[in-house]
């Protein structure tokens, strides 16, 4: 008689040992793959069509479409014949923070909507939680010490794509030798986990993080001096982590008034709730933008034909993202903002391949007016 197999045997206990965790799943609704949108739906911005495979100018502003077919960018290949920069890498513990403890909320688990408001996600499974974030920091070969570098801060960092693109582009001249301080985030995603509450914020608290307790850090570890000029200072980001960029220019904009963002997150994803931001950075382009003089802030845009889509329970017509990066370049247009907005055809959120084809001609447009200081 053959031995009975215990493959079978084996997979019922893992079954039932996983159950409670897909139970626990069914909290967070079933995501369904965002629709392709197209560039000319009524309502959108009037953008210029691009030959395929082009991106625009450094000195152009305002809105364009890519074509489907995103080849990289040459400055994004390593290229052996140009000066290397140095990468410094260390971490930052929760346990040294002043500002941000540290929170996560359950695997698994998501919020629901607030039965009083509909606009609203209430989390009950969110809680203090210890986190460790890793920090890079380029510093390119042409920088001279003691003297005051421009530089870039980075979200979701380690960005090794950033530092092969600066390379290339300050071996070209193409933008000022510049530090880049690539930021872990604090884990986690969306309402109720530390990356969310660092980014999704509608306050100046992350600037001001970042200008306390990490820009220190970076000057001692890296002998290297951060400039002061808030015209030689930017920030960039995707998702979460770009609508991120531009709430430290506009809370702090005396800090940064350079922002490059892909896919940015200008939804109602902000938690807790904030009754004088009630609808979270959806705020820039419904009221924020629009009600307030123009700040001194140059910002590049990109949002893809497939990026998100009602990512999650709330049903508030604010989770569309390309809808919001639309409505971004109207009131930018409309404030006379200095801005260059990206609509990639073939594009999903965040999407690689448009970062490969589009960020070195972003950051060349990013600093395109930048004026270094008179010796």
């Avoid at 489907?68 to 390593?78: G, I, L, Q």
């Avoid at 933008?175 to 969306?190: H, L, V, W, Y």
């Avoid at 986990?193 to 980014?199: D, I, V, W």
């Amino acid at each position: 008689m053959k031995p009975k197999s215990v493959l079978p045997i084996l997979v019922a206990l893992i079954f039932l040992a996983l159950a409670p965790a897909f139970a626990q799943s069914s909290n967070r609704p079933p995501r369904t793959p965002p629709p392709t949108r197209d560039p000319h739906t009524p309502g959108f911005v009037t953008a210029k069509e691009l030959p395929d495979g082009e991106v625009p100018s450094a000195a152009a502003e305002g809105n364009f479409i890519l074509g489907p077919t995103h080849k990289p960018a040459p400055e994004m290949t390593v290229q052996t014949n140009v000066p290397q920069g140095t990468i410094y890498n260390f971490t930052m513990s929760s346990t040294d923070s002043k500002m941000y403890p540290g929170i996560a909320r359950d695997p698994n688990t998501f919020g629901r909507v607030d039965s009083n408001n509909p606009v609203k996600m209430v989390v009950t499974t969110s809680h203090p939680a210890p986190y460790t974030r890793k920090v890079s920091v380029y510093v390119p070969k042409q920088y001279i010490p003691g003297t005051a570098a421009p530089f870039i801060i980075g979200a979701d960092g380690p960005d090794r794509a950033l530092f092969t693109a600066l390379d290339n582009l300050i071996a070209e001249k193409k933008i000022p030798a510049m530090i880049a301080i690539s930021i872990g985030n604090g884990s986690g995603d969306a309402q109720g986990s530390e990356r969310g509450l660092e980014y999704d914020t509608m306050s100046g608290k992350y600037a001001e993080f970042v200008e306390t307790e990490v820009l220190p850090l970076v000057e001692s570890k890296c002998n290297v001096t951060l400039t002061k000029d808030p015209d030689a200072r930017a920030t960039m980001g995707g998702s979460s982590g770009g609508s991120c960029a531009l709430i430290m220019a506009w809370y702090h904009p005396e800090l940064y008034r350079r922002v490059l963002t892909y896919s940015g997150t200008y939804v109602n994803q902000q938690w807790p709730h904030n009754d004088e931001t009630p609808h979270g950075a959806w705020g820039f382009h419904e009221t924020l933008i629009p009600e307030n003089p123009a700040k001194p802030i140059r910002l590049w845009l990109e949002v893809g034909d497939r990026d998100n889509f009602n990512s999650n329970s709330l049903r508030d017509n604010m989770h569309d993202w390309v809808v919001a990066n639309e409505n971004m370049a109207k009131v930018l247009a409309a404030k006379n903002y200095h801005y260059q907005f990206i609509f990639a055809r073939n594009a999903g959120h965040t999407d690689h391949a448009v970062k490969q084809q589009t960020l070195p001609a972003a950051l060349e447009w990013l600093w395109q007016d930048y004026q270094p200081p008179t010796k």
